[in-house]
Structures are given as C-alpha cells and as structure tokens.
C-alpha cells in the first residue's frame, strides 16, 4: 500500500540508549545487508532515547506517497526496536 505518511512513532525495547538514527521514506524495496536506497527524509533524531521510551517524528508536510518506511541507524550497535508504528492523515 502507499500512503501519505504524518508521523512515525519510535518504541523502543532495549534498556539501552540508542542515539542519532533516521526515519527515511521511499518507493524502492530495502534489501537487507545492502545500503539504503535513496530516500526522502521523514525525520531524524539526534541524542540518546532512553531505553523503554517512545520516540515521536513528525514527517515534514507535502511529502508525496510512499511505500517502505526505512531507520537508517548509523552506529555499528544494533538498534533494537519493540514496535514502530506509522502513522497517515486521519489517524
């Protein structure tokens, strides 16, 4: 399905504190273990989450439709996420 996306919410499980990841938006399929493909930016989070919190980006507006919601996490960690949740206009 493609849609307009409002807002991506972020649940985090790990006690960890992940820090600086991206929530990217694009019409390519993502294959895992390769690099991202190109995508237009949802929103970004700079700092640490705490661990069990969740993270709230809102997309810019007059963003076109799109198919697959990326994280781009650049740390060598591995993120660890409990839910993420996509949010569209009317919800």
Do not use: H, K
């Not at 995508?39 to 007059?62: D, H, I, K, N, R």
Request: glycine share 8%; aromatic share 10%.
């Amino acid at each position: 399905m493609v849609c307009i996306i409002c807002y991506v919410l972020v649940y985090m499980y790990t006690a960890a504190e992940p820090t600086d990841f991206i929530v990217g938006l694009t019409n390519t399929q993502p294959t895992e273990g390769s690099a991202p493909p190109s995508y237009t930016l949802c929103g970004q989070w700079s700092g640490p989450v705490p661990g069990g919190a969740t993270v709230t980006l809102p997309c810019a507006t007059g963003l076109s439709e799109f198919r697959y919601v990326i994280i781009i996490y650049p740390s060598s960690d591995i993120l660890t996420l409990c839910e993420l949740e996509v949010m569209v206009p009317g919800t």
